[in-house]
């Protein structure tokens, strides 16, 4: 599912903005064979760290003209979302949690 998703917005980025995938994985993980990698015939696995860091790559980069994917306004939510919380006690004060994407359709995710 994240690679899948990662190829998604690689699609999207660079039909908006006219750029290769592979000038797109030089500006996300300064390699340029990192989609194609991604989609290759024994695709590879990207880590939770790298797929991070190219979902916020891609928030702070996407095209101001062009709407965020529902996958992209929920990684923004999540780290927003990280960034005020402590995970051992947002359940708690009561506090919100961001919503994700998984198989099947959208969760509320429950920390544990």
């Avoid at 506090?95 to 544990?112: L, N, Q």
Wanted: aromatic letters at 8%; one cysteine or more; glycine letters at 6%.
């Amino acid at each position: 599912m994240a690679v899948q998703t990662l190829l998604t917005l690689r699609d999207a980025y660079c039909d908006a903005v006219g750029i290769s995938a592979a000038r797109l994985g030089n500006l996300v993980a300064k390699d340029h064979r990192f989609f194609s990698r991604l989609e290759g015939k024994d695709p590879s696995t990207v880590t939770a760290r790298k797929y991070d860091s190219v979902m916020d790559w891609f928030a702070a980069h996407w095209p101001e003209a062009c709407d965020r994917p529902v996958c992209l306004e929920d990684h923004i939510a999540v780290r927003q979302w990280e960034a005020s919380n402590s995970y051992s006690c947002a359940m708690e004060r009561g506090a919100p949690v961001p919503r994700v994407v998984v198989p099947g359709g959208a969760c509320e995710w429950r920390g544990v």
